[in-house]
C-alpha cells in the first residue's frame, strides 16, 4: 500500500479557492483516506507482530487475524472506512483502486470525468459541484438541483464540461 497523502503538499498545489469547492473536496478525501489507510497499517504490523509473539494478542486483534482468515473486512476497519460490502479481496482491490484515483488527481490536476463511487463522502463532491455552479453563475445554492444527461463516453473524455461535471459510474458517463 502506498504511502500516506501528504496533506501539505496538496494543499499548497490545490489550494482553497472561491471558485473551485473541488480542492476542498481533494483534501477532505486525503484525510479520509490516510486515517483509513493508517488503521489498515497499524493493525496489520500488529498482528504480524502477535502472531509472531513480540506482542499481547488482543480482542481487537484477534477479530482482525479472524476476519482476515475467512476473507472478511475487519470491523476495526470498517469503523474508519467508507460503506462497502464486499469481502476482504474485492475490498482491497477496490480501496487500491480508490487510492490510485486520488493520486491520479493529486498529480495530473482534476480528472475530466470524476469517479462518483470512488469517493469517500459523495454528498461532499455532489455539494462541491453544486456549490462551484452557484459561484460561477451567482445563483443560491439551495436554488438549484441535479439534471442529467446520459452519454456514450466509454472510458473518458478529452476535457471537461464548460459547466457541471461528467462522472463515471460502472462505466457509465453521466454529465450533471
Known amino acids: 500500500m502506498q504511502p500516506q497523502f501528504d496533506i501539505e503538499y496538496v494543499s499548497k498545489k490545490y489550494p482553497v479557492l472561491y471558485m473551485n469547492s473541488m480542492n ?3 483534501r ?8 483509513l489507510t493508517k488503521i489498515i497499517k497499524e493493525t496489520l504490523d500488529s ?10 494478542m488482543s480482542l481487537e ?7 482476515m482468515s475467512v476473507g472478511k473486512v475487519p470491523l476495526t476497519w470498517n469503523r474508519k472506512s467508507y460503506p462497502s460490502l464486499k469481502p476482504l479481496g474485492s475490498y482491497v482491490n477496490d480501496l487500491l483502486a480508490r487510492l490510485q484515483f486520488l493520486q ?7 480528472p475530466n470525468v470524476f469517479w462518483i463511487s470512488g469517493f469517500f463522502f459523495t454528498q461532499s463532491f455532489l455539494t462541491a459541484v453544486l456549490q462551484n455552479y452557484a459561484r460561477m453563475h451567482k445563483i443560491p445554492i439551495d436554488q438549484l438541483d441535479f439534471e442529467f444527461e446520459f452519454t456514450r463516453f466509454e472510458s473518458s473524455v ?5 459547466y457541471g461535471v461528467y462522472i463515471s459510474v460502472c462505466k457509465v458517463f453521466i454529465n450533471i
Open 158 to 162: 478529452d476535457a471537461a464540461p464548460s
Open 61 to 67: 486483534l484477534e477479530d482482525v487475524y479472524l476476519s
Open 24 to 26: 476542498t473536496v481533494l
Open 28 to 35: 477532505q478525501e486525503l484525510v479520509k483516506f490516510n486515517e
Open 104 to 110: 491520479d488527481w493529486i498529480d495530473h490536476d482534476a
Open 47 to 56: 498482528v504480524q507482530k502477535a502472531i509472531r509473539g513480540l506482542v499481547l
